[in-house]
């Protein structure tokens, strides 16, 4: 039973586990992004660097240039085509330049190394997008997406690190 829970499974969702005494820098959080259990298959954090990766998530947040429109690159291309072009479809697909590094998201360590996700804005709003390997389909990844708020998803980041760095006895000198 989580200690914690932030956020929604439809846009994104922290289910933080009670801190295990036992263990020092570890931690249970599950973590679902676009309707997808993306720590399905592996859920334990390494707290250092998690808190890391979250406060380094929100700062990118204060980057202007994370959630304009790049039309001029995309043209009206939907969310899903824009995914499969930041995540290196074949060409003949428009160059993201430096795209999709300022655009990744779900780069929260180890737990998340399986999951490609983006937040994709559009002159519509923004997306976040998910594509995870199917137990089924291995070979065949699903792409999910979802329409988000900026301001909700930096919430429920806040909470989870909030949460996670009061219960953490170690060194957090590289969040501050």
């Keep these: 039973m989580p200690a914690h829970i932030f956020g929604t499974r439809e846009t994104l969702q922290f289910d933080i586990a009670l801190k295990d005494p036992e263990s020092f820098a570890m931690r249970q959080v599950d973590i679902h992004a676009a309707g997808t259990h993306v720590t399905a298959t592996d859920n334990g954090v390494y707290v250092p660097s998690f808190l890391f990766t979250l406060h380094r998530t ?15 690159i995309f043209g009206d291309r939907g969310p ?24 990744a ?13 983006f937040l994709i804005p559009t002159a519509h ?3 976040l997008s998910c594509e995870t390997p199917s137990p089924e389909t291995p070979q065949q990844p699903g792409i999910r997406v979802v329409e988000v708020s900026v301001e909700a998803l930096a919430r429920t980041m806040t909470q989870a690190f909030e949460a996670v760095a009061a219960e953490y006895e170690g060194d957090k000198s590289s969040v501050s």
């Design 125 to 127: 709003g923004v997306y």
């Design 80 to 103: 899903v085509d824009i995914h499969r072009i930041l995540a290196d479809a074949p060409d003949p697909s428009p160059d993201p330049g430096d795209l999709p590094d300022l655009w």
């Design 105 to 117: 998201f779900l780069q929260f360590g180890d737990v998340t190394l399986r999951v490609l996700s």
């Design 58 to 72: 929100l700062k990118s947040f204060r980057n202007p240039a994370r959630f304009q429109p790049r039309a001029d």
